[in-house]
Nanobody
């Protein structure tokens, strides 16, 4: 069982940036596609991006395309979500999870197709 851990959240002003990390206790994520999601208070979980760790291919939802960038480190043990030009509506708990379908990243990043969720990291965008 691969346990994912997110980190890097915090309080940032509108227009600022944060970089989130997702790791699996030192294990390689090479075999996986990793999705990033968020859940704002009182709302459902929203898929944001997906990265195929082996080759770095990515998909993004329209609401974050051009602002958020998913990458992974050379050792393929950590994936990152660089979040730029943050807006108050980006305030949420952010999660990473492993794709269960096994065909890489779908254009539709659907929470039901992911498992091994981390505990989440809070991102608050406020002045």
């Amino acid at each position: 069982q691969v346990q994912l851990v997110e980190s890097g959240g915090g309080l940032v002003q509108p227009g600022g940036s944060l970089r989130l990390s997702c790791a699996a206790s030192g294990k390689s994520l090479r075999s996986y596609a990793i999705g990033w999601f968020r859940q704002a208070a009182g709302k459902g979980r929203e898929g944001l991006s997906c990265i195929v760790v082996s080759h770095g291919g990515t998909e993004y939802t329209d609401s974050v395309r051009g602002r958020f960038i998913a990458t992974r480190d050379d050792a393929k043990k950590t994936v990152f979500l660089q979040m730029n030009n943050l807006k108050p509506e980006d305030t949420a708990v952010y999660y990473c999870a492993i794709d269960q379908i096994g065909f890489g990243c779908s254009r539709h990043i659907t929470p039901d197709e992911y498992a091994n969720w981390g505990q989440g990291t809070q991102v608050t965008v406020s002045s």
